[in-house]
């Protein structure tokens, strides 16, 4: 169970950085959409079956192809040879901050001490409870997540709107 949660956690994060460092919009999403999966499956060791599940739906499923849709719209299809290379010193300085980093975060990981969780609250991950969270504590940012979205869409409508004239 504990490699299963490391390998998905590897999974997610380099997949996660792939999304960051592609080139084309597509293979982008094509990651983030490997992305999606590797959490979902972390979500399930959680035992959160209705958050992995939802995952999936809404953010494999609906918001990936909304993406997919606005990429389209975009006509991002340029090849990338007429993209530009990043210059030497960019990529040095890429490299030393991703080895930074991982210094960083193996020192952080290395104080860490992780506990096995023995027993699951009652009703975590179900639908009530979060509906629960949702439309009581949590009202105000998940209102303010869904007008960035569409404000994001609206924005990427103009842009790609006023591309085409």
Same mark, same amino acid.
């Given at each position: 169970?504990?490699?299963? /949660?490391?390998?998905?956690?590897a999974?997610?994060?380099?997949?996660?950085v *792939? !999304? !960051?460092?592609?080139?084309? @919009?597509?293979?982008?999403?094509?990651? *983030?959409i490997v992305?999606? /999966? #590797?959490? &979902?499956?972390?979500? *399930?060791?959680?035992? #959160?079956?209705?958050i992995?599940?939802?995952? $999936?739906?809404?953010?494999?499923g609906?918001?990936?192809?909304? /993406?997919l /849709?606005v990429?389209?719209l975009?006509? *991002? =299809?340029? @090849?990338?040879?007429?993209? #530009?290379? @990043? =210059?030497?010193?960019l +990529?040095?300085?890429? $490299?030393?901050?991703a080895?930074?980093? &991982?210094?960083?975060i193996?020192?952080?990981?290395? +104080? !860490?001490v $992780?506990?096995? !969780?023995?027993?699951?609250?009652?009703?975590?991950g179900?639908?009530?409870?979060?509906? =629960?969270?949702?439309?009581?504590?949590?009202?105000?940012?998940?209102?303010?997540?869904?007008?960035?979205?569409l404000?994001?869409i609206?924005?990427?409508?103009?842009?790609? +709107?006023?591309?085409? =004239?």
């Open positions: 169970m504990e490699y299963l /949660f490391y390998t998905l956690a999974v997610a994060l380099i997949s996660g *792939l !999304v !960051v460092f592609q080139t084309h @919009p597509l293979r982008s999403a094509l990651w *983030l992305n999606f /999966f #590797a959490v &979902a499956g972390l979500y *399930l060791l959680a035992h #959160a079956e209705f992995a599940a939802i995952q $999936i739906i809404v953010y494999a609906a918001i990936m192809v909304l /993406f /849709f990429i389209m975009l006509n *991002l =299809r340029q @090849p990338e040879e007429e993209l #530009a290379r @990043p =210059r030497l010193g +990529k040095i300085a890429g $490299i030393t901050l080895v930074f980093s &991982a210094v960083l193996g020192m952080g990981l290395a +104080k !860490v $992780i506990k096995p !969780v023995t027993e699951v609250p009652v009703g975590l179900n639908t009530e409870s979060v509906a =629960r969270l949702l439309f009581t504590d949590y009202l105000l940012p998940f209102e303010v997540t869904s007008v960035l979205l404000v994001a609206v924005g990427s409508v103009v842009l790609a +709107k006023a591309k085409l =004239r």
